[in-house]
């Protein structure tokens, strides 16, 4: 069990970045997959980015492939997102997400999550 706490969440102008970082507590950080989920009200929480424990990194889903990168430290516990070129439709709460199996695309694949952090991005 890993405890994860996000932060860099924020308001931005459209065109503008935000870089979301997730440090994690307890567990063995570095055999965990980690993902990057996001969600707006009334939705289902939708994958954004994740990682294996050894770097490899599934498909970006289309709305944000070129303009995301998921990347870690296992040396600091810590999953980062660096965003670019936002928009208005990625506006949503950021969750930061680890298990420790192959990371999976769904949310029920992943055990622990954090609290969420609210990115939004305006017009």
């Known amino acids: 069990q890993v405890q994860l706490v996000e932060s860099g969440g924020g308001l931005v102008q459209t065109g503008g970045s935000l870089r979301l970082s997730c440090v994690a507590s307890?567990?063995?950080?570095?055999?965990?997959?980690l993902a990057w989920f996001r969600q707006v009200p009334g939705k289902a929480r939708d994958f954004v980015a994740g990682i294996s424990w050894s770097g490899y990194i599934p498909a970006y889903p289309d709305s944000v492939k070129g303009r995301f990168t998921i990347s870690r430290d296992n040396a600091k516990n810590t999953v980062s997102l660096q965003m670019n070129s936002l928009t208005p439709e990625d506006t949503a709460v950021y969750y930061c997400a680890a298990d420790l199996s192959w990371p999976g695309l769904q949310p029920h694949d992943y055990a622990n999550w954090g609290q969420g952090t609210q990115v939004t991005v305006s017009s």
């Open positions: 307890g567990g063995t950080f570095s055999a965990h997959s």
